[in-house]
């Protein structure tokens, strides 16, 4: 078997034999990590669900969660004790016809934008789903291609993270602060998102959304999202202490 680890921002990959695993600190938490499968790999067996939880434990973490997980990818945790934490509808769609995007104040996100973007952020989900500034260059370093575009010329009033895996697109991250809302521009940022896909070869979008959040999956099906047969999971499990191990 064989070790190895690549350099990446918040979450790094860790290889053992043929599998890869993304591991670090849940959202800037000492005590908490995130295990995170590679875009365009097979779920992890309990092997090497086993051996990160092994690293994690050595490195001083009490617990870990997982990211939203489709069915296949559940597996290998759930045989390694996780339980679910979260369930999420993933929706999907077709990229071959695309409505045009509305006219938006869309711009790039650069670096001075993260702090705004991350108090809309805050704004727009409940605590576990927030992200702090680890969290969103790891969002935009999940896919080996990523869009950060902002709404907004001046004050930035939503942002969006979109990347891109081979043929599948992926809406990353979506919010709009509550006071611009009903302006048309969250419809704006996913449609610029999936044309940004289209044009780098992807040929279907995936988004996913928490079960009780309306506006959000009626956004979606109005772009012609459908929802998939199953849903994706977060899960979690309680680690050992360290000294009990050693």
Do not use: K
Request: some cysteine; glycine content about 10%.
């Amino acid at each position: 078997m064989s070790l190895a680890s690549l350099a990446m921002p918040g979450l790094r990959v860790v290889r053992l034999g043929p599998e890869r695993l993304r591991m670090g600190p849940w959202r800037g938490d000492a005590r908490v990590a995130c295990l995170a499968p590679v875009a365009d790999t097979p779920g992890p067996t309990p092997a090497m669900v086993e051996h990160c939880c092994d690293m994690l434990v050595r490195q001083g973490f009490g617990e870990v969660v997982t990211a939203a997980l489709s069915i296949h990818e559940q597996r290998g945790f759930l045989l390694s004790g996780f339980d679910v934490r979260e369930e999420l509808h993933l929706l999907s769609r077709a990229l071959d016809t695309l409505p045009r995007v509305p006219d938006a104040p869309l711009r790039r996100g650069r670096r001075r934008d993260r702090r705004p973007t991350l108090e809309i952020d805050a704004m727009a989900f409940p605590p576990f789903w927030r992200l702090d500034e680890t969290g969103l260059v790891d969002a935009m370093a999940a896919t080996p291609s990523a869009r950060f575009r902002v709404a907004g010329h001046g004050p930035v009033l939503g942002y969006a993270v979109s990347g891109r895996a081979g043929a599948r697109g992926y809406l990353q991250r979506l919010a709009v602060h509550p006071g611009a809302q009903g302006r048309g521009l969250g419809r704006a940022l996913v449609l610029d998102g999936l044309r940004w896909m289209r044009r780098g070869g992807a040929v279907r979008a995936m988004v996913n959304t928490q079960l009780d959040n309306d506006r959000a999956l009626q956004l979606y099906q109005s772009l012609g999202f459908q929802m998939e047969p199953t849903g994706l999971a977060v899960l979690v499990r309680r680690l050992p202490d360290r000294e009990l191990t050693s």
